[in-house]
Each structure stands twice: as C-alpha cells, then as structure tokens.
C-alpha cells in the first residue's frame, strides 16, 4: 500500500498589466470555466464586448422618444388640447433629462469612472429617481385637478406662454 500523493496544481497566469481595469477578460475567464462548446462562447463574448455600445444605443433612444413624445403634447397642448396634455409632456421631459444624466454618470460609457463627479452610487440613485418620479408625474397629470386649474390652463390666449414656461424659456 502506498501512501496518498497529494499533487499540487500549479496554475499559470497570465496577467495584464491593467488586469484589474479589464473587466471583459475576467467575463471571458468566466465563460472559459462554463466549457460551453466553441461557438456560443464565442458569441458571448462578442456580447460582452458589445455591451456598451448597447447601453449607449438604449439610453439614446429612450432620450429620442421621450423628447419626441414631449414635442408631440407640447404641440397638441399649444394647438388646443387639454392642460393634461402639458403637464405629460413635462413628465416626458424629466424622464429624458434623466436619463442623460443617468448615462452620464454610468462608468465605461462616456468615460471609464462616468462623468459629472459620479460614485459608484449615483447611477443607482438615478435609475431610482427615473423609475419613481416618471409614474408619480404621470400619476399628478391623469389625476382629478381642482376646477379653477384646468380653466385657467385651458385658457387659449395663454397656451403659448405657458408651453415656454414649461421650457423654461
């Protein structure tokens, strides 16, 4: 009987200079550890490495529709539509503005760490005032309003006035 031979696994690394700052090649290792078969590793991969171009891509059309979709109840607002239709499109424009500044401060897309000063805790912060302030403005425009309000917004000599107002012009 022999005794048990404990064998040592040497393990060869190979490290980039900035390793810690490459955050796809720790992704890579990773899929190299799934041994998922060659081709679906190889499209993951180029889906990590697309990644953010997609974000980028994702918050330019929601900035696009939001404030094409705030033009269009502006216009309907200034054209003789309903006071709501104002107060909508000032929900639509806080939901662009937003979220440009949530893909401003979101690292790796227009600089590695953000821009305007960001922590690792402003992009959630934003993402929380997105997704709460967005539905509680839509909620304040859809809501019953008092009387005196709604005549005094639907008036039509003001519409202009308060369309700049609004645009804070």
Do not use: K
Request: charged share 20%.
């Amino acid at each position: 009987d022999h005794p048990r031979r404990r064998t040592r696994r040497t393990h060869r690394r190979h490290r980039h200079p900035r390793q810690h700052l490459r955050h796809r090649d720790l992704d890579r290792r990773g899929l190299r550890r799934l041994r998922l078969n060659n081709n679906l590793r190889r499209f993951l991969t180029l889906l990590l490495r697309l990644r953010l171009l997609l974000f980028f891509i994702t918050f330019t059309l929601i900035v696009v529709m939001d404030v094409l979709t705030c033009l269009v109840l502006l216009d309907h607002y200034r054209t003789g539509g309903s006071p709501r239709a104002l107060a909508l499109s000032l929900a639509y424009l806080w939901s662009a503005v937003v979220v440009t500044v949530h893909s401003m401060v979101f690292a790796g897309i227009w600089s590695p760490t953000g821009l305007l000063g960001a922590v690792p805790s402003s992009a959630p912060w934003l993402w929380t005032a997105w997704h709460t302030g967005f539905p509680l403005l839509l909620g304040l425009a859809l809501a019953p309003w008092p009387s005196r309000v709604e005549q005094r917004l639907a008036d039509p000599h003001g519409r202009g006035r308060l369309v700049l107002l609004a645009w804070g012009g």
